[in-house]
Every structure is written in structure tokens, then in C-alpha cells.
């Protein structure tokens, strides 16, 4: 019996085994991309409509299925993207090849269109694309410019250690010589050029991609970057309603919390989409605590089948306390009990508040936009974005002859006047010190306002000229106005306060002494009170030429731009003289794909960029309507070959690129002794860029993916450059540093030669190693290594290194020791009933390795360029955080 029964069980096995060998009758693979850029889809679901069998994408799209039923109906759904579904007819082995999904999003195509973003193997440009979920999967509590740090020719930190206060290098380039746009508007600021990441620390929440590209880049603003140019798009109103709701936490009190909503479009083609989120902790720096928000809100319109309307606001009000001293390394060893975190303005006053002196920051710089797309015909479209951004907020700024109290350190060492014995900030003396002053405080605090109104306008025409050629030109308008003052706003123990500003200056009529000795309260205004003002009117063009194999373009711009300056201050209310520079560039490009696999790309542009208004237009901006009497455009010869290689189971990419720059103006502090006494501005300031860039994607099999890249930079200062002296308040000095006339004969001018001088705090070298391994459905570890090589402090300048015949050689700056840096991230996909669930957590620096991101030289005070001269700032140690994020 026993024997019979084991015959019927190995027949019904044999069966059940034939059976369900019938029924798998195909086996299905494909690799799913993003329809705009070609980007690989990870996570994306494939599924059998009507069936629980399905997979997900891996790290380069793709996916295999093993479906079973006869005729089934594939069903694709990722994020943010259009469901789609085909019909399969085939059995066996079928290869769906590249299945292309549509963002689900209203009004996305003209935002594309604007913003210039670049695509793989048509766009003669090196690019990096991060897609939303790497960003989701990557970031943790890393700044927002952090997350592009595994990429070539990047350099990023978190630099003084403040929330939002990290800093980004492209190619050897500082932000203010980066263009960074969100959806096509530029946000560099008008008067310097840079990015205060603060403002847009919550940008991550609502990033739907981020593109950087390095060299010339596929943009056609008409203020061109010299570096690079990061383009960030933003979500627009999906076409799915929805949403999803996150929480998150992390070291030193980080916390997080954030939802998002859609509606979904109604059958009157409206839709709207909302996003906030709050972040909030008591930061890694001592005494850096920090409040953040982020919010974002989209109403489109579908107009008809030819036109729509989108209108997107999004802001991040944030306040966080800084850290702005750098110690030697010396004095960092001296910290034991707080090592890196340590702050030497954190301290406590008499009644055990907690004090940071001025390290404080507040600000919002809301940025509203209005964008319209017209399908004019077949052949034509225009594309518009009306935008404006409202910047309110500031820092606080130590004033008076005493001010210096409240920077903590002079020279890298802890100021030893106002210390308690843990090395904490004695503020209690400091303001029983200002209360028994005869002339007031000794110091004080005042909020350094910074507000602005910007106003601009980018628009696109499109036309299909022929066949395989396309046109597109526009506008590219803007007016600004930054209003700068500053406020008291505390007097520390005082009952009034004196501004030494009022009297130090030769713009001052000398018999208003009623107002030169003005004794002081909270509310005045003291330092400083002006308006600066830049327009600028711009056009381009753009021809594009693709047909089969090859791609290819050739592009101009022309831009005017007008500076002023209106003085509350030192000049009763005087209006500047109005500065008009005209600015033009060109560049052109080719793509040509040998194969399926191979493709090579060129491109070289010539730019002459006008001055930035901060130092090359005025001596001191802040302080004076003095002209910089040797102000001259940028000029700018950029050129790049490059190679990519693409398959299933490698991708690669390879390029060379040369970049010289010519007459920059550079304003440097000059050090006589223990101080920076006076300044020199600068002209015909010449770098030199150049260098080679590899990165590569490697999946052996379907559960790992192996990433990396390689970055070798030369680059060098390499002129000899003139410079005119002036002082803290913008004033022309002679060789006695005496107050003269800007620009007279006796307006000292001094030669430095530069040639040869390393480009400082940018890692010249840099390489990366990630990891990425699915465990399981659902579940990915990562471990990712970052190597930062041949990074070099700062120069300064000390009066000895003035040399009027320019002969004298600058000493090489401290070259800061390499350093290799692990990350660790683990992100799960689940269900929770039926919402889909996403579990993040993320280690940086698991090794806890101690490294030093940001060096300042300081040879030229000390006459030796060592390490035990340089003041530096120490990376993070390992930090940790974790998220949970619902869809619904």
C-alpha cells in the first residue's frame, strides 16, 4: 500500500511539474527608461494585469518575467510616471527591448524645454542624471549639494558645519561661477554670483530629477556658467491623485517630518498638487540648532490639446545657528571634550541662555513661476516661464571697535579674553564688560538684512525648420533689486551703542556730528544702508541638427547688463553712476553614435562674461559707490572630447576637457601682522582648468550594480595680476594707506604673480566606488567609497608678497592630506495592506574617519606654508539617520 501511495505521489508531482511547465510559456525581459532623458527606471513594477506575479526593475531598468498565462497584458506603473500596458502575443523567450514611460505630470514638457536638460547620447555635453529615488535613497542628513559628491569632478562639503551652509566645486569652479537653475530659472544671485544652499535646503523633497552637467552644459541662459550648470526639476502636478506622508530621524536630535497630495487632473483639465514638510534638530556642531521648512504648490490648467498652464511656488523659511571659525590643527587637538563639533562662539551669558555671538542665520526666498506651453502647429511651439523670487531674511553681524569679540578665534586660536575654562564663550563678561563702558557697548549685534526682489522672464521658440533641423531662440530678462542694511538688534549688557562706522569713513560730512555720535538703540541702523540694482536684457538661439546617426549644435547669446547702487548711508541718499556691460558667446557641438553601443561627442565655446556687481563693478559694494576703475569682462575658451560606451551590462563614459579663463577680478584680504588690514582688488586674474573624467555603471546579473568614477584635475592660477588697495570701507588707499581719490595717480596699485599657484579648496582628485546588492525583492544595500586627493588650502596675501615688479613667485599653498570616506544606505520596498511603503537608513562616514574638508593657507602671517600654520574645518564623523515614507 505504502508503495502505491509513494507511485501516486511521484505521478501527481510529475503531472502538477508538466502542468505548470505548460503554463510558463514565455519568458519575458525588457529594460524600462525615462521617455524624456533616457534614464534608467529602478524600482519600476512590471506586472501580469490581473494577477499578483510580477517584478521590479534593477539598477539599470531592467527585468525578467516569467509569465504563465496565455496572451497577458503587461502592466508597467513607476511613480510620478503614466501607467502603461501592452499586450503580449509572443511565447518562448521574449525581448521587449527599451520600453519608454511618460512622466504622469502636467505641463512637465515645456519646464524640459526651458530648463535645457541634457540626453544620453544626443547631447554633446558630459552629464550626470539623478533620478528621485537615488536621491531618496542616498541623501540621509547630507546637504543637498552632498548628494552630487560621487560625481566626476565634483568637490562638496558641508563646509563650515551649519544646516544649509555646505558648498559645491565643479570642475575647480566655486558656485558663483556654477549656474544652478530649478526648472530653467536661474538662482545664482545677481550681485555675486553664488548660492546660499540654506535657502534651498528643502529643494530635495520636491526634485523630481537633477541634472549636472559639467563644461559648457546644453543651457541657454544668457549669463553662462564657466564651470558647469546644475539643472534641478522640480514635481509638477500629477496627473494621478495621491500622495505620500514621511518621517524621519537622525543624530543629534534630527527630525523630519513631510506629506504630499495630488488631485489628480479633473475632466476640466485642472489639477493641483501640495507638498511641506518641517525639519528640525539640534545639529552635529555644537550649538548649530536649526528649523526648516519646505513647501510647494502646483495649479495646472489644460487649456486644449495645443496649450496649458502651470503655476509653481516653492519656498524653504529656514533659521539655523553657523559656526564661522577655523583653528589650526593644533588648537583642534586642544578641544578633547568636544573634538570636531566644537564651536568657539558657543557659550552662555549670566542667566544661562544659550549664546552664538553672530553665528545666526534667518531667510525665505519664496520662488513663484508661471509657466505657459503652446503647441502653435506641427512644426512650432513656444514655451514660457514667468518667474519672481521674494528674499526676506539675514544674518546677524558683530559691530564696534570690540566686534572681533564675537568671532572667537583670531588666527585659528581661540580668543583667550572672553573664554571660560571648558573652552565654551564667556558672554556674561563680555556684556558686564559693555555695561560699565563709559561710550557704550564695546560690541554689539545687528541683523545684517538681506532682502530682494527679483523679477525675470525665459521664452522659448521652437520651430522645426526642416526635416532633421530645428531652431530654437528666445528672451532672457531680468531686474533686481537687493535691499541691504543693517539693524541692532541686541547691545549685550549696554545701554546705547556708538557706530564707528559713522566716523570712519571720508564720505561722512565732518561737521554732522550729531549724527556721527548718535548714541544708539535697538532698532537703529548701523554699518551700512543701500540698494543694489542689476537688470539684464538678453537674447539666443540655438540651431539643432540630428538625423539617424549624428546630432549636432551650434548656439549664441548677447546680454546687457546695467548696474547701480543707491547709498542711505554714507551718502545721504546718493544714486551711483550707472555701469553698462555688454556680454556675448557662442558654442557649438556634435554627438555621433558609431554604433548601438559607441558614441563620441565634441564641443568648444568662447564667452565674454560681464563682472559680477560685488567687486567688479564697485571696490566694496557694501560700503561704497566707488567703481572698480579697471573693470572688464570675463573671457572664457572652453573646449571637450568625449567617449561613451552602452550596454546591458556596462555603461561608461569618458572625457578630456580644457577650460581657460581669463580676467577675473578677485578681491583678497591683504595680512600685516595678526590682521587683514586693507584689501586689493584684483584684475586679469587667469586660471587655467584642464582634465580628464571617467564614471561607469557595471550590472554582472540583475542583483548587483557596481558604480564608480574617476576625476583628475590641473588646475592652477596662471597670470600676473594687478590689483588696486582700499580699505574695509571701500575707500582707494595709497602706499600709506592713506584715504586718496579711486583711481588718482596716487592710488596704489600693486603687481602679483600668480603663475603656477594651485586652485585651493577642491579636491584636484577625486574617485568613487559604489556598491548596490538586492538581497531580496525589495531589498537593496549600498556602500558607497569616496576619495578626495591633491586638495590644496587656500592662498593668502601678506604685504611682504606685494611685489610692483610681479617677479616674486607666491609659496604653493599646504596641500591638505587624502582622505577616503565610506557611506553605507539601505533602502526596503513593502506593503502595508495595499500602499506601497519604502523604509530608508543611511550611515555616512561608518568608519568615522577624521579629515579635513576646508583649509585656509595662512602662510602669510606666519611665514611658513605647514600644516601647523593652516586653519582648517574637520569633516562630519559617522552620522546616522532613518526614514519611513507611505503612498497613498
Known amino acids: 500500500m505504502r508503495k502505491h501511495f509513494v507511485h501516486f505521489l511521484f505521478t501527481t508531482l510529475l503531472i502538477t511539474f508538466c502542468a505548470a511547465s505548460t503554463y510558463a510559456q514565455s519568458v519575458v525581459k525588457g529594460k524600462v527608461v525615462d521617455a524624456e532623458t533616457n534614464e534608467e527606471l529602478i524600482g519600476a513594477s512590471v506586472m501580469v494585469e490581473g494577477t499578483s506575479t510580477g517584478v521590479v526593475t ?30 503580449l502575443t509572443q511565447k518562448g523567450k521574449v525581448d521587449l527591448g527599451t520600453i519608454t514611460m511618460q512622466s504622469n505630470t502636467v505641463a512637465l514638457a515645456d519646464i524640459t524645454i526651458t530648463s535645457s536638460v541634457a540626453i544620453q547620447r544626443k547631447t554633446p555635453v558630459a552629464v550626470s542624471t539623478l533620478d528621485p529615488v537615488f536621491i531618496e535613497e542616498k541623501l540621509g542628513t547630507q546637504e543637498f549639494p552632498e548628494i552630487l559628491k560621487s560625481t566626476p569632478g565634483v568637490y562638496a562639503t558641508k563646509q563650515s558645519g551649519g544646516y544649509g551652509d555646505s558648498r559645491i566645486n565643479l570642475r575647480g569652479f566655486e558656485s558663483a561661477n556654477i549656474a544652478v537653475m530649478v526648472n530653467g530659472v536661474p538662482m545664482n544671485d545677481m550681485e555675486w554670483g553664488g548660492v546660499y544652499w540654506s535657502n534651498w535646503a528643502g529643494l530635495s523633497d520636491v526634485t523630481r530629477s537633477m541634472q549636472v552637467q559639467r563644461g559648457l552644459g546644453a543651457s541657454k541662459i544668457c549669463s553662462p556658467s564657466v564651470g558647469g550648470s546644475i539643472n534641478i526639476i522640480t514635481r509638477t502636478t500629477d496627473a494621478k491623485k495621491g500622495g505620500s506622508v514621511l518621517y524621519g530621524i537622525g543624530n543629534d536630535g534630527y527630525n523630519k517630518i513631510g506629506f504630499n497630495m495630488s488631485t489628480g487632473m479633473n475632466e476640466k483639465g485642472w489639477a493641483f498638487s501640495i507638498l511641506g514638510s518641517k525639519t528640525w534638530g539640534d545639529g552635529y556642531i555644537q550649538g548649530t540648532a536649526f528649523t526648516a521648512y519646505s513647501w510647494f504648490v502646483n495649479i495646472s490648467k489644460k487649456i486644449n490639446d495645443n496649450q496649458s498652464l502651470s503655476l509653481t511656488a516653492l519656498g524653504a523659511p529656514q533659521f539655523h545657528n553657523k559656526r564661522y571659525d577655523q583653528l589650526t590643527i593644533l588648537e583642534w587637538a586642544k578641544q578633547a571634550q568636544f573634538g570636531r563639533r566644537y564651536n568657539a562662539t558657543y557659550g552662555f551669558d549670566a542667566n544661562g541662555q544659550e549664546r552664538v ?73 563680555l556684556m558686564q564688560d559693555n555695561a560699565t563702558a563709559d561710550n557704550g557697548s564695546l560690541a554689539a549685534m545687528s541683523s545684517s538684512i538681506n532682502n530682494h526682489l527679483w523679477y525675470g522672464a525665459i521664452s522659448t521658440y521652437t520651430c522645426e525648420l526642416a526635416q532633421s533641423l530645428s531652431l530654437q531662440a528666445g528672451l532672457d530678462l531680468r531686474y533686481y533689486k537687493g535691499t541691504h542694511t543693517n539693524k541692532l538688534v541686541d547691545l549685550y549688557g549696554g545701554s546705547f551703542f556708538i557706530d564707528p562706522a559713522r566716523s570712519s569713513s571720508t564720505n561722512w560730512r565732518k561737521d554732522d556730528l550729531g549724527y556721527v555720535n548718535e548714541k544708539l538703540k535697538v532698532g537703529d541702523v548701523v554699518y551700512r544702508d543701500y540698494d543694489g540694482f542689476v537688470t539684464q536684457e538678453g537674447a539666443f538661439a540655438q540651431l539643432e541638427y540630428s538625423k539617424d546617426k549624428l546630432s549636432a549644435f551650434a548656439s549664441g547669446n548677447i546680454n546687457n547688463n546695467s548696474y547701480w547702487r543707491k547709498d542711505r548711508f554714507y551718502y545721504d541718499n546718493k544714486k551711483s553712476e550707472v555701469v553698462n556691460k555688454l556680454g556675448f558667446g557662442g558654442k557649438g557641438g556634435a554627438n555621433y553614435n558609431l554604433d548601438d553601443h559607441n ?12 563682472p559680477f556687481y560685488s567687486g567688479g563693478i564697485f571696490l566694496s559694494s557694501a560700503l561704497s559707490n566707488a567703481l572698480n576703475p579697471n573693470s572688464t569682462n570675463e573671457k572664457v575658451f572652453s573646449y571637450e572630447v568625449g567617449y561613451g560606451y552602452k550596454s546591458k551590462v556596462l555603461s561608461a563614459n569618458v572625457n578630456v576637457y580644457r577650460t581657460a579663463w581669463k580676467d577675473k577680478t578677485m578681491t583678497k584680504a591683504v595680512v600685516s601682522g595678526d590682521a587683514a588690514s586693507n584689501y586689493i582688488n584684483m584684475n586679469g586674474v587667469n ?101 578626495y586627493g591633491r586638495n590644496f588650502s587656500n592662498f593668502d596675501i601678506s604685504v611682504a608678497d606685494i611685489k610692483s615688479s610681479g617677479v616674486q613667485p607666491f609659496s604653493q599653498p599646504w596641500r591638505i592630506p587624502d582622505a577616503f570616506v565610506f557611506d553605507f544606505n539601505m533602502n526596503y520596498r513593502f506593503k502595508i495592506g495595499n500602499l506601497d511603503a519604502s523604509l530608508n537608513a543611511n550611515v555616512k562616514n561608518i568608519l568615522n574617519e577624521k579629515y579635513i574638508t576646508d583649509a585656509q593657507d595662512n602662510g602669510a602671517k606666519t611665514g611658513g606654508h605647514g600644516w601647523s600654520d593652516a586653519t582648517v574645518f574637520y569633516g562630519f564623523g559617522r552620522t546616522w539617520s532613518s526614514s519611513i515614507k507611505i503612498n497613498f
Do not use: C
Not at 62 to 83: E, R
Open 58 to 87: 534593477g539598477m539599470d531598468g531592467s527585468f525578467t518575467l516569467n509569465v504563465k498565462s496565455a496572451n497577458p497584458t503587461l502592466l508597467f506603473k513607476y511613480i510620478g510616471y503614466k501607467d502603461l500596458k501592452m499586450k
Open 357 to 429: 555671538g553672530s553665528n545666526y542665520n534667518y531667510y525665505h526666498k519664496p520662488q513663484i513661476s508661471l509657466n505657459h506651453n503652446w503647441q502653435i502647429n506641427y512644426k512650432s511651439s513656444l514655451s514660457t516661464s514667468l518667474y519672481m523670487s521674494i528674499g526676506q531674511g539675514g544674518g546677524y553681524s558683530a559691530q564696534g571697535n570690540n566686534r572681533s569679540s564675537f568671532y572667537g578665534a583670531t588666527n585659528g586660536i581661540p580668543n583667550t579674553t572672553y573664554r571660560k575654562i571648558d573652552g565654551t564663550f564667556d558672554y556674561a563678561t
Open 599 to 610: 558614441n563620441v561627442f565634441a564641443n568648444v565655446g568662447f564667452f565674454s562674461r560681464t
Open 687 to 787: 586660471a587655467l582648468h584642464q582634465g580628464a573624467e571617467l564614471d561607469f555603471k557595471y550590472k554582472p546579473f540583475n542583483e548587483l550594480q557596481i558604480t564608480g568614477m574617476l576625476s583628475l584635475g590641473d588646475w592652477n592660477w596662471d597670470s600676473n595680476a594687478t590689483g588696486f588697495w582700499y580699505n574695509r570701507n571701500g575707500e582707494a588707499l595709497n602706499k600709506k594707506s592713506e584715504v586718496v581719490p579711486a583711481g588718482s595717480p596716487d592710488h596704489a596699485q600693486s603687481t602679483l604673480n600668480l603663475k603656477g599657484i594651485h586652485v585651493g579648496n577642491s579636491a584636484q582628485t577625486t574617485a568613487a566606488l559604489g556598491v548596490n546588492y538586492e538581497f531580496m525583492k525589495g531589498l537593496r544595500f549600498g556602500l558607497d567609497g569616496n576619495y
